[in-house]
Every structure is written in structure tokens, then in C-alpha cells.
Nanobody, 118 residues
């Protein structure tokens, strides 16, 4: 079983930055693929970014490429999502998820609210 705890959300003005953290426990961190999803009000949850256990990253769409960066610190069992140049449409609940290598996304955090507003 893998436990995930997100932190770092909050209220930020358009153009601002936030860094989300995802602390993992319960399984060797270097076997986990980490991902971030988000859910805007009234919309389905959507994939944002992923970092494989062996390093390669991928991002959902052009809307976040160049603004968001996913990373991980295996020594701290923690993943990150650095979000820059935030826009109001980035508002939503952000969820950390993990899977064992390329298995299903079975593990989820509780979510952290990100609100981009002036």
C-alpha cells in the first residue's frame, strides 16, 4: 500500500507561482511512477504531468508545457510540481497519484486546492 500526502496549494494571483509537494510512503520510492492530475470545478479530473520511476517525464497538453515542471527527490521520497505563470484556468484541486512502474494509477492523495485569482 502506498500513502500520498500533498501540500503546497493556495491562493495566488495570475502570473504567480506555486510548488506542490507529494510525500510518498509504503513502498520503495524508486519503483513508483508519480503523476499529477487536476480537477476544475464542474469538470472531469484530467492528467497534468507524469514522471516515471526511471526519470522520463511527460505533460498533458500545450497549456502546461513550459509553465509546469514535474520533478522528484528520491532521497526525500517526495515528488513536486512547480507551477509558474499561473492562469485562472489552472484553478482546481490537484491530486498526486502513483503507480508501480507502468501499472494502473491505484494510489491517490487527498488533493490540494489551487486557486488563481486576482
Amino acid at each position: 500500500q502506498v500513502q500520498l500526502v500533498e501540500s503546497g496549494g493556495g491562493l495566488v494571483q495570475p502570473g504567480g507561482s506555486l510548488r506542490l509537494s507529494c510525500a510518498a510512503s509504503g513502498r520503495p520510492f524508486n519503483t513508483l511512477t508519480l503523476a499529477w492530475f487536476r480537477q476544475a470545478p464542474g469538470k472531469d479530473r484530467e492528467f497534468v504531468a507524469q514522471m516515471r520511476w526511471d526519470g522520463p517525464t511527460s505533460y498533458s497538453t500545450d497549456s502546461v508545457k513550459g509553465r509546469f515542471t514535474i520533478s522528484r527527490d528520491n532521497a526525500k521520497n517526495t515528488g513536486y510540481l512547480q507551477m509558474n505563470s499561473l492562469k485562472p484556468e489552472d484553478t482546481g484541486v490537484y491530486y498526486c497519484s502513483a503507480r508501480i512502474k507502468l501499472g494502473p494509477f491505484d494510489y491517490w492523495g487527498q488533493g490540494t486546492q489551487v486557486t488563481v485569482s486576482s
